[in-house]
């Protein structure tokens, strides 16, 4: 009981130790996060296995990028926002099994909504915080096949589409005027975690149909990362 007086009375402390901060902000930006989904990659690594005909091989996902959307509250130590993520990785394998060339495209998308809380650690520009995301949304995985010719027109069609629910640990600076009013830039380094692993087993039956039911791993698997937001805003302050 002592220790969470004292907590909170340091957290008031350092509330009041703060000059009058009350900024909202909300702007468009681009989303970059550095993947090694494993047990997505075992099976584009059995597709390419399995097809010697394959001149460029699926590969491995590495790199997923999108846009964001964000809107941000400062109020003094303290800071809130929602946040809408969109991060996508398009996979290409092509080659000539005997009638012709064929290409064959896999769409790895994560779409996700965020809330998040944390804490303002200065009391003038650029705004410097730490703070946490809750993450729920869906990561889906979408397939077209083709001639190269004609790959570009043919439309994507859902194999699997799953809900997620995470969090993200995120350290934010934001760069606007000293009269925290015009337009500013929103730069946020993040590491986002995922609660629950995604189940791939659908994935590896429809593009591994031949080898799927000889699979030892574990279809589960998670869409752990790093990544970075940099975002464009219109800052307003005293909004309220």
Same mark, same amino acid.
Not at 106 to 131: C, D, H, M, Q
Not at 140 to 146: A, E, F, L
Not at 150 to 178: H, N, R, T, V, Y
Not at 195 to 201: A, D, E, K, L
């Given at each position: 009981?002592?220790?969470?007086?004292?907590?909170?009375?340091?957290?008031?402390?350092?509330?009041?130790?703060?000059?009058?901060?009350?900024?909202?902000?909300? &702007?468009?930006?681009?989303? !970059?996060?550095?993947?090694?989904?494993?047990?997505? /990659?075992?099976?584009?690594?059995?597709?390419? %296995?399995?097809?010697?005909?394959?001149?460029?091989? #699926?590969?491995?996902?590495?790199?997923?990028? &999108?846009?964001?959307? /964000?809107? $941000?509250?400062?109020? +003094?130590?303290?800071? #809130?926002?929602?946040?809408?993520?969109?991060?996508?990785?398009?996979?290409? !394998?092509?080659?000539?099994?005997?009638?012709?060339?064929?290409?064959? @495209?896999?769409?790895?998308?994560?779409?996700?909504?965020?809330?998040?809380?944390?804490? /303002?650690?200065? +009391?003038?520009?650029?705004?410097?915080?730490? &703070?946490?995301?809750?993450?729920?949304?869906?990561?889906?995985?979408?397939?077209?096949? @083709?001639?190269?010719?004609?790959?570009?027109?043919?439309?994507?069609?859902?194999?699997?589409?799953?809900?997620?629910?995470?969090?993200?640990?995120?350290?934010?600076?934001?760069?606007?005027?000293?009269?925290?009013?015009?337009?500013? *830039?929103?730069?946020?380094?993040?590491? $986002?975690?995922?609660?629950?692993?995604? +189940?791939?087993?659908? *994935?590896? %039956?429809?593009? +591994?149909?031949?080898?799927?039911?000889?699979?030892?791993?574990?279809?589960?698997?998670? #869409? /752990?990362?790093?990544?970075?937001?940099?975002? *464009?805003?219109?800052?307003?302050?005293?909004?309220?």
């Amino acid at each position: 009981m002592k220790k969470a007086i004292i907590i909170v009375f340091l957290i008031f402390s350092f509330t009041y130790s703060f000059s009058q901060v009350n900024i909202t902000m909300f &702007g468009v930006g681009y989303n !970059a996060s550095f993947v090694n989904p494993k047990t997505a /990659n075992l099976v584009l690594q059995r597709y390419d %296995e399995t097809r010697s005909w394959l001149t460029e091989p #699926m590969g491995q996902i590495k790199y997923m990028d &999108g846009i964001n959307w /964000n809107l $941000h509250w400062i109020y +003094n130590a303290f800071m #809130m926002d929602f946040n809408y993520n969109k991060r996508v990785n398009i996979r290409s !394998a092509s080659g000539d099994y005997g009638s012709g060339m064929i290409q064959r @495209d896999l769409k790895f998308k994560a779409s996700t909504f965020s809330l998040g809380f944390g804490i /303002n650690l200065v +009391n003038e520009a650029p705004y410097i915080g730490i &703070g946490f995301d809750l993450d729920a949304g869906a990561n889906r995985v979408d397939s077209r096949i @083709d001639t190269p010719e004609l790959i570009k027109k043919a439309d994507f069609e859902e194999l699997e589409s799953q809900l997620m629910f995470g969090g993200s640990i995120w350290g934010q600076i934001l760069i606007c005027s000293q009269s925290d009013s015009g337009i500013g *830039l929103f730069i946020r380094p993040y590491y $986002h975690f995922d609660f629950i692993g995604t +189940n791939y087993q659908w *994935l590896n %039956e429809e593009i +591994n149909p031949a080898t799927y039911e000889t699979d030892t791993f574990d279809p589960y698997g998670k #869409m /752990n990362h790093l990544g970075v937001q940099v975002t *464009l805003v219109v800052v307003v302050p005293d909004l309220y």
